[in-house]
């Protein structure tokens, strides 16, 4: 391939469309590594991934250059580390132990090979905090960056906890970062001088993954993970469950350094993937905090207040 | 929602950008039919698929805008059509019974809601001629169109039907249409005037999903889907099985449909989605067309000449 050649000769890596759709490919499962549960990864017309529960649990979200991350905010690791985590936490939500992810990838050929590397790299790391493995994927030609990540997971027996088995007299508790990404966020906009531990919350969330075994083992009634912000995300609990939640802005966590916006950005900022669950009263685990209960009606009301629609949407913003 | 107020007060339907991402959501997953594997469809943090076999086959494919579908060749319909077949066809090519689509969905927002309508239409029905269903997504604001999507499928305990199988002395036959998109293509290239089948090809494979059954009955050695053209597919089983495949191209079925390039269409042609396999001597099925011979050695021969690298690359093009 004379293309191949001359990057070579050159001594560095070459780019997407210099290497060829087929030799990026190559470049990128050379470094995948295995999991436990690929029956056959990369290399054939599809994978074969292992469902010892007799069902598989499948989510699948897309990521936009420009719209869920900046190439010049965020490096190709944070990138893959995003990507992968908040597919992963999806499959967590439902309380299923992930599996796989598959990944397709469509960016400009005159992007470095080595970009998509350590997209890669972020990708295959951020799998490995939850036992998952990337197990095949595609590579095209685009104008902007798209990464489409699919998860799978395995229930193990049980069943899926899903948004409709919130019950009044329920205690809502929250798991992990609130926030944090929203307020890195609106440091980016403003020129991006402030604590690093924000700007990298926002470039990379942090999903507490043994969420979901816990929330299970609490015997959870609904769970789900906090990707629009927690007022919107709990109002799809309060709908598909048909009850009212009640939060007390007061119990949620509002770390000093979220700043003086700290709580709206902890009550409405999306994207650091935490996790929000009901629990029988007196049922909520250690490392969960309790803000607030479910009580008869609909709606999500804060301190005796409706919270109206708003949060993120990818469109109307 | 004043947006989708003024949208309604003019009696239609919208562009995605006013309906916004959870209106246009709404709309989609309420023209999906179930489908007999999906245990929980849309609407939660993931689906849940039955997946029997206590494995899950599954792949990911790409479609760009201007690169693997053009907006002026080709109605939504057909692109969901498309989008569905080449996935489907990756499941039926490992000897799987394809269960369930997740799409994910990146379009500008200034896109009819209408547009994404029909292109589900086009996903949905696809998947109803294997009995899969759509069983999530994603939707997302997006500079071009890109279509994500994910196929999984159930092998029913058996292996599943891989490219490393091939064996000196097997058969090589296809099933299914070859040369027919390229030859369509070329027709749309040079002014779009010619026989409708053809650009009909182009539009939308018509993979025989069959196969996938047929080739297991049979005691197929190899199996693949013809994505990249015949001879450049049938070197990846070379390269996988270790042998040498030798085409006899007087045998190859090249219909006179295909004017005067037909056996270079019916070769190197892409994106029609027949089938290839390797069989034991003899065990070819009625419906498909022996095309030459598995031998010892490596690489891919026609009449006696070798053919070297060639073929589709979405990037080298």
């Known amino acids: 391939m004379g293309a191949r050649g001359r990057a070579e000769g050159t001594g560095r890596m070459g780019t997407i469309g210099e290497l060829g759709e087929f030799g990026l490919i190559s470049r990128l499962v050379g470094r995948l590594p295995a999991g436990p549960a690929i029956a056959l990864g990369p ?4 994978a074969v991934i292992t469902a010892p529960d007799g069902r598989v649990t499948a ?6 250059q420009g719209r869920h991350f900046r190439l010049d905010w965020s490096g190709p690791y944070e990138i893959g580390r995003k990507a992968a985590a908040q597919n992963l936490a999806d499959v967590v939500a439902m309380g299923a132990r992930p599996t796989a992810l598959l990944v397709g990838l469509a960016v400009p050929p005159a992007t470095e090979a080595a970009w998509a590397e350590r997209l890669y790299d972020g990708l295959a790391d951020e799998c490995a905090e939850t036992g998952a493995a990337i197990a095949g994927g595609d590579v095209v030609g685009a104008a902007e960056v798209v990464i489409a990540v699919t998860a799978l997971g395995d229930l193990g027996g049980a069943p899926p906890l899903t948004r409709s088995g919130a019950r009044p007299g329920d205690a809502v508790a929250v798991r992990g970062r609130l926030g944090h990404s929203s307020a890195g966020l609106d440091l980016f906009r403003a020129g991006a001088d402030g604590p ?4 990298d919350a926002h470039r990379r969330p942090r999903p507490p993954y043994t969420a979901g075994a816990e929330a299970r083992a609490a015997g959870a009634t609904a769970l789900l993970d906090v990707s629009d912000g927690l007022l919107q995300d709990l109002g799809h609990i309060a709908a598909a469950s048909g009850v009212r939640i009640e939060i ?3 119990a949620v966590p509002v770390p000093a350094l979220l700043g003086p916006d700290g709580l709206r950005h902890a009550l409405t900022g999306g994207e650091d993937h935490a996790f929000a669950a009901t629990f029988p009263a007196g049922a909520v685990p250690p490392a969960w905090t309790a ?4 009580a008869a009606g609909s709606g999500v009301v804060v301190d005796g207040r409706s919270y109206g ?3 993120w949407d990818h469109f109307a913003s």
């Open 43 to 46: 290399g054939d017309d599809a």
């Open 59 to 64: 989510t699948t979200d897309l990521l936009v």
């Open 196 to 199: 690093a531990e924000l700007l």
């Open 248 to 250: 007390d802005s007061a």
């Open 291 to 294: 803000v607030g209960r479910v």
């Open 309 to 311: 629609p708003g949060g």
